[in-house]
């Protein structure tokens, strides 16, 4: 069990060797323990806050600079100073050595944002706004944190939620005047209060696949039949020499993964082991991981040699179709000055092609358009919160309670009847932001966080 009461210490910049790095302490004993060790021109517990100071860190270990934050402040609500350090390995395990020696402890992964929530300095959608600002993998997704961060979905729930409350309170009332017939909610205007309610939680819940490519990346899987010219195709895109190309079939036989930045998306692109029967027992697993790799991808990109027919990999991409109708195909139609004609095959409905030429790069810049299109599609919809699992399951969950408050009203059921379903969404609302928690969740929150945040 973590002790909120101790003071705690840990590296908030990333581990190696650096031109500088923070160590970061927080506690009600933060002031007093620093200042043993700082050694300035004045004492750090009389620092006002946000100051910061300069001098010397315990026996001469480094120059340093204290800053200080005092409670309630703060990042985390508690007293805090932020030591900056010259940021040599050595050098931060002396200061933690000696802070942890006067008195401090280590601090747990996500301790210090953890204090922040139960200071009520920020909320759980701002504390999960936090990880995904440190771990987006796009623009547009640490741009969409950020703005969470700043509190705009708290905003959102926190209205519905005042705006349930509110009906609940009025509710209540009509069942004190029950036998009078007094109706104090219009029933009208909150059906559509609740529509309007469902409707937004609807579109958030199903946002939250489009959220995962912000926070995560685009996945797209490079697939075909053997000397196809994936791995060519993989190397251009890009832009070096990254898988091993051979005119031997079957020559990647486990997938390569390697990520390109695409107009402020981050790709992850998957070289995979060409799909075709065998009975080669190490490639027929490369085929079982490919299969594994299209379910997981945003896209899929079936490379075609258009040398043997623009209609050469219809089995295939019938097959994949088939066995994975919600992954996005294209196809990419390579060696595509080696098909005998210049027009692509129209039959394949509304499936792309793009015809390349991947060992002279011609057509690359195109499909790597057309792949951040294709990224900028699936997120368009996403403008200030990021839903991550936990926040849609809430959310439908939520959305159920809606439409069964929503069909009472209609039925022009009575008031007690309505407020069971009130109650419950105001509950999950609770859930959502955190005003309701329990120690296994804060315990699944935080996994996501490193140490020193």
């Not at 623009?310 to 390579?334: E, G, W």
């Not at 793009?354 to 690359?364: D, H, M, R």
Request: proline share 3%.
């Amino acid at each position: 069990m973590i002790d909120q009461r101790e003071t705690i210490c840990a590296l908030a910049t990333p581990p190696g060797t650096a031109g500088l790095a923070v160590v970061r302490v927080s506690g009600a004993e933060a002031l007093s323990i620093c200042g043993r060790l700082f050694k300035g021109r004045g004492a750090l517990s009389d620092a006002a806050a946000h100051t910061i100071h300069y001098g010397w860190w315990g026996d001469g270990i480094d120059s340093v600079t204290a800053s200080v934050f005092r409670a309630p402040h703060s990042y985390t609500g508690e007293d805090v100073v932020e030591i900056g350090c010259h940021g040599g390995p050595f050098v931060v395990d002396q200061i933690i050595d000696s802070l942890t020696s006067a008195g401090a402890r280590v601090a747990e992964a996500g301790e210090f944002t953890r204090r922040a929530f139960l200071n009520s300095k920020l909320d759980l959608t701002q504390v999960e706004a936090v990880a995904d600002v440190i771990h987006a993998q796009t623009r547009a997704g640490a741009q969409t944190a950020a703005r969470q961060l700043a509190g705009g979905f708290t905003r959102r729930l926190s209205e519905l939620r005042q705006t349930l409350l509110t009906a609940l309170g009025y509710l209540e009332v009509e069942l004190d005047f029950s036998e009078e017939g007094y109706e104090f909610v219009s029933r009208p205007a909150f059906l559509e209060t609740l529509r309007q309610a469902t409707v937004d939680a609807t579109r958030l819940a199903a946002s939250a696949q489009s959220a995962h490519i912000l926070r995560s990346g685009f996945y797209c899987a490079v697939v075909g039949y053997p000397n196809a010219g994936k791995s060519s195709l993989f190397n251009a895109l890009l832009g070096r020499p990254r898988a091993i190309v051979s005119h031997i079939a079957g020559t990647t036989r486990d997938y390569l993964e390697e990520s390109l930045v695409e107009d402020g998306y981050t790709i992850h692109l998957y070289d995979t082991a060409g799909l075709r029967s065998t009975e080669d027992t190490i490639e027929l697993l490369g085929i079982q991981v490919t299969s594994s790799l299209i379910e997981q991808s945003n896209l899929v990109l079936v490379v075609n040699d258009a040398s043997l027919g623009f209609r050469h990999s219809d089995a295939l991409i019938a097959d994949i179709q088939s066995r994975y109708p919600t992954v996005p195909i294209a196809v990419v139609q390579n060696k595509s000055d080696l098909s005998g004609t210049g027009v692509l095959a129209s039959e394949l409905g509304n499936i792309a092609q793009i015809p390349t030429i991947a060992l002279s790069e011609q057509g690359v810049s195109e499909l790597r358009a057309y792949i951040a299109a294709i990224c900028r599609e699936s997120t368009a919809a996403i403008h200030d919160v990021l839903i991550n699992q936990r926040q849609a399951h809430l959310l439908r969950v939520l959305i159920g309670h809606l439409e069964g408050a929503s069909g009472a009203l209609a039925r022009e059921e009575s008031p007690d009847l309505i407020a069971i379903d009130l109650r419950s969404a105001v509950r999950v609302l609770g859930e959502i932001t955190g005003e309701t928690w329990n120690p296994d969740l804060l315990d699944t929150v935080f996994s996501r966080f490193c140490i020193g945040k």
